[in-house]
């Protein structure tokens, strides 16, 4: 539990209750627009056994989910997002429409909610007519936003998690029916890692499995790396030292999405153990108790660089590179590695001091036995770990130790997720318009397009 970090007894034991060491995020789910300012909670769903009302104004059509809940959707608006083969390809699922014929004043002829969605006629001759599923316009409404459902429940989790940590084996990743990668992907997506076990010792199975993900990203240390510590690259990861819990690739203006460890062999030593931490889990922390350090930590730049590699000289072409990154609010990256750290030229003078302190709170949470899972890894399981999510690291050894693995990049797995989930885990719009408007096995209506 956090609660040695705590700074108080009633501040610990509320951390306890809020962020425990297998504890879950969880966010309301609503699905459906508000008529007020703000998002439609859970229970103000409207219900939709009959179809909302419709109508046209000067601007907008105006639905009504029911008596006091409304959407409203530019006139420009609807007509470019018709899903007719004429504007939109069936196939390629690209725009056929061309957005700048469309007047700017253009405005329907005629609305009417039919139980299948909203039909819509155009002013064209021949009359052009658009068909909207409700489904659609409730997830996609903007006026007023509705709070979507996250794609995922992510789970934070602490030390604790050693008791039942997420595993498949390597029968169920690399079999044909792609169900246990599913199974695979959505356990990295859920704690941020995963384990394969009954992998075979070799680095051919290893990059096998790798590439059941997607592409193996290549980076100055190779494609698929196969490495004992004799300093072949310029980096420590390369050498028989401890490494402190470390996001790789923070150099990167992309860093990698997924690193793939398999230990291969370590015969004549002992130690090399791995430790992982989940990041979003000790960030939930921290901005629980150390607010202030939370939001230096997000919002000041920290420079980093990759200079071991005499024909390499890595530093990131943006200076978005805080610590712990957010969008729309929601923390979704934690880009962290103190040893690649480059001089600190950009911070003003009254944040000097605030930010060592900030990281130094950091630092001490990472490290606190409540949040590190340490385990020794041994020939024949494999680990993925989210590279935004879960810091890693090890343990000092002595002895030959060969690791192998590889890099994946976050759209390559997020792409796998994607299409599995199509398959295994549908989203309601998809199920609600697979049916009718799918061809090559996906809907032109996907929540994604």
């Not at 909670?41 to 104004?57: C, F, H, K, M």
């Not at 079999?175 to 890692?193: E, M």
């Not at 394969?196 to 790396?225: D, K, M, N």
């Not at 000041?300 to 957010?326: D, F, I, M, N």
Request: a negative charge; hydrophobic letters at 35%; one cysteine or more.
């Amino acid at each position: 539990m956090f609660c040695r970090c705590a700074e108080g007894n009633a501040i610990a034991n509320a951390g306890k209750a809020r962020f425990s060491s297998c504890s879950v995020a969880r966010t309301p789910r609503p699905i459906a627009a508000s008529s007020s300012s703000g998002p439609l909670q859970e229970s103000s769903v409207p219900s939709v056994d009959a179809p909302p009302t419709s109508r046209i104004d000067d601007r907008k059509v105006v639905l009504g989910w029911n008596e006091t809940t409304y959407s409203r959707y530019h006139h420009i608006w609807l007509r470019d997002h018709c899903r007719c083969p004429e504007c939109f390809h069936p196939i390629t699922k690209q725009r056929l429409v061309n957005t700048f014929e469309i007047p700017v004043d253009i405005k329907p002829t005629r609305v009417e909610s039919k139980p299948e969605g909203l039909e819509v006629q155009w002013p064209s001759s021949p009359p052009h007519v658009s068909l909207y599923p409700w489904s659609w316009l409730r997830y996609n409404s903007y006026d007023p936003p509705m709070a979507r459902p996250p794609s995922t429940e992510k789970i934070l989790w602490g030390s604790k998690i050693l008791q039942a940590p997420p595993t498949v084996t390597y029968e169920e990743a690399m079999a044909d029916d792609s169900r246990g990668l599913f199974k695979w992907l959505s356990n990295v997506d859920k704690f941020g890692f995963c384990f394969v076990s009954g992998v075979p010792a070799t680095p051919e199975a290893t990059e096998e499995l790798s590439r059941r993900i997607g592409f193996i990203r290549e980076t100055q240390y190779g494609t698929f790396w196969d490495f004992t510590s004799n300093l072949a690259k310029g980096d420590t990861a390369y050498t028989t030292l401890a490494l402190g819990a470390h996001t790789d690739t923070t150099y990167f203006t992309d860093p990698c999405g997924l690193q793939l460890f398999h230990l291969l062999e370590h015969t004549g030593g002992t130690g090399g153990a791995t430790l992982l931490v989940d990041g979003f889990y000790v960030a939930s922390i921290l901005k629980e108790l150390h607010p202030e350090a939370y939001e230096l930590l997000s919002t000041v730049p920290v420079p980093t660089h990759a200079a071991g590699e005499p024909e390499a000289l890595y530093t990131p072409s943006t200076r978005q590179t805080p610590v712990l990154k957010h969008e729309d609010g929601e923390l979704v990256q934690v880009r962290w590695n103190n040893d690649d750290r480059s001089v600190l030229r950009h911070l003003k003078p009254d944040q000097v001091e605030p930010w060592y302190n900030a990281i130094r709170v950091w630092h001490k949470l990472l490290s606190s036995p409540d949040s590190e899972y340490w385990v020794q890894l041994s020939p024949g399981t494999a680990v993925v770990v989210d590279n935004h999510r879960v810091l890693h690291g090890r343990s000092a050894f002595d002895g030959k130790r060969r690791m192998c693995g590889a890099y994946i990049g976050v759209d390559e797995y997020r792409s796998k997720l994607a299409v599995l989930s199509e398959r295994f885990a549908p989203d309601p719009i998809t199920q609600d318009t697979a049916a009718t408007a799918s061809v090559n096995g996906r809907s032109v209506w996907h929540p994604a397009l």
